[in-house]
């Protein structure tokens, strides 16, 4: 019981115990964090550390594109699910939002990239997308988006990727994953209930993985920039370890995106809740 974590489980958010969205919340505490925290590798940090600075951001994208269609739907389960999975989305960002100021104070420079990524993907790219394609078009973008995390969170349950991370980073993961999982269908059934235009799914998917490795390749580099002794060889072996891997990143997300274009394709095809829940039981404890 000792390394269990006491995960709040939100009052007033969460109606029962035994729903299958619970949302949590966690006092994090990343003062042990080491600066590569990830395989200690600098190449694999950055890569983790480029997608948390845009994750807080990113999922107040997600919870406005849902939102704006919460009245249309019909389905009263989907109803209440819209309002866990933007409970659970905002105690992610406030997480990643934590770590963010962590990583500043050991040092790194992060609102360079974090506001030029506000800037193009909000300030422009989301007004220009909603007004040429509507808000149909950034609702497609966010369910496409929650694919890619839905199969890294099953990629962190199902590989012994997740043990690579340093204790409290591990388990920052596996929240984040479990939760993910919880809600993966939600954006997906809402685009569904509102529009469910195959070319609509695939256009957001084409778009949206466009912007996300564009700023994952941009946020690596604006970390990789600040490490000042980590060679250009070293930078080439890593990338070369990372390709290789049928379960990094790059690999996981490639085949996530070719399965999102099955015609028929559901977030739930997969069933990885119990994996999820009998992985986080070990290391978590809701109180
Ligand atoms: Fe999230
Ligand atoms: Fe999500």
Excluded: C
């Excluded at 919340?25 to 200690?40: C, H, I, K, Q, T």
């Excluded at 997608?51 to 704006?68: A, M, N, Q, T």
């Excluded at 739907?73 to 962590?102: P, S």
């Excluded at 939600?186 to 209930?193: A, R």
Aim: hydrophobic residues 40%.
């Amino acid at each position: 019981m000792d390394n269990q974590k006491q995960f709040k489980l939100l009052q007033g958010q969460n109606r029962q115990l035994n729903q299958d969205i619970l949302v949590r919340s966690f006092n994090w505490d990343f003062s042990n964090v080491p600066r590569y925290y990830l395989g200690n590798n600098v190449l694999r940090t950055s890569m983790f550390n480029g997608l948390s600075s845009i994750f807080p951001d990113g999922e107040k994208f997600f919870i406005r594109s849902v939102k704006y269609f919460a009245n249309e739907i019909k389905d009263t389960k989907l109803q209440e699910e819209i309002k866990l999975f933007i409970a659970q989305e905002v105690q992610h960002g406030k997480a990643h939002e934590k770590f963010n100021h962590f990583l500043e104070e050991q040092g790194y420079e992060i609102e360079g990239f974090v506001g030029l990524f506000k800037k193009i993907s909000f300030d422009i790219l989301e007004k220009l997308i909603v007004e040429i394609f509507g808000h149909k078009m950034t609702l497609s973008i966010t369910s496409a988006m929650e694919h890619y995390t839905a199969v890294w969170a099953n990629n962190s349950f199902t590989s012994t990727i997740t043990e690579d991370f340093s204790p409290t980073m591990k388990e920052l993961v596996y929240w984040h994953s479990l939760e993910e999982i919880e809600h993966k269908h939600v954006s997906f059934d809402v685009l569904k209930e509102v529009d469910d235009d195959y070319l609509l799914r695939i256009s957001g998917m084409l778009m949206g993985t466009f912007a996300l490795y564009g700023l994952l390749v941009v946020g690596t580099t604006s970390f990789l920039l600040q490490e000042k002794n980590y060679s250009f060889f070293s930078f080439l072996k890593d990338m070369g370890k990372v390709i290789s891997n049928r379960n990094s990143i790059i690999r996981v997300g490639i085949r996530g995106f070719l399965s999102y274009f099955k015609p028929d394709f559901h977030p739930s095809d997969i069933d990885d809740r119990g994996i999820a829940k009998d992985r986080t039981s070990l290391l978590f404890r809701a109180v």
